[in-house]
């Protein structure tokens, strides 16, 4: 009996292609002819030049029109390979963000120094203490106001680095300490 190699088409292959998981002759990628050919048309819409037998032979300044042809006859979706997805921000969705932006969405854009004095003097009401730590009211104050600046606060010509200058220059209202451990507290007068 004769085991020389055969062509003939009959013959039972055993191996099975990587893309399309059918029994057919494989390349050295484990691809079969369809398959590699939906490879090359991804590799080319996805421009990876390097990586495509076909771009290979390409002149450079012809890469792009070879990627057009290959979207015109075939289309623009993937056949074989999973579309490319741009990296989403991971905390564009994290509760952080999401309840930054409803703050922004109630905070009141229209405000005077009057509206930011009056709402410092009811939270710190509403506390039922007699002294309030300042980290606290700014944070309300921040929270109620969008993108308070308190430099834009006081007198004209007065510009104030932070809040707890702004507030602190109001004694008739306000009283500001700070204790042994520097934590700045406040209180009404």
């Known amino acids: ?61 012809q890469l792009e029109a070879l990627r057009e042809r290959v979207i015109r006859d075939y289309g623009a979706a993937y056949e074989l390979i999973e579309s490319p997805k741009k990296p989403k921000n991971k905390r564009s969705h994290s509760r ?13 854009r229209d405000y005077s120094t009057d509206d930011v004095l009056q709402t410092a003097d009811d939270f710190i009401r509403a506390q039922n203490e007699e002294w309030v730590n300042f980290s606290r009211v700014s944070q309300c ?20 680095k932070s809040l707890l200058k ?5 004694p008739t209202r306000f009283e500001v300490k700070c204790d042994e451990a520097g934590v700045y507290w406040i209180r009404q007068r």
């Open 141 to 160: 104050l921040y929270e109620t106001f969008y993108h308070l600046k308190p430099k834009r606060l006081g007198q004209p010509g007065k510009k104030y």
């Open 1 to 61: 009996m004769d085991y020389s190699e055969d062509d003939n088409i009959d013959e039972l292959i055993d191996t099975f292609c990587v893309g399309c998981d059918l029994p057919f002759a494989v390349n050295d990628l484990g691809l079969c002819d369809n398959c590699f050919a939906k490879l090359e048309r991804d590799l080319i819409r996805s421009r990876d030049w390097d990586y495509s037998v076909t771009a290979f032979g390409v002149a450079p300044d």
């Open 166 to 170: 702004f507030l602190a220059d109001y």
């Open 96 to 108: 952080n963000t999401q309840r930054k932006r409803e703050i922004a969405a109630q905070a009141i």
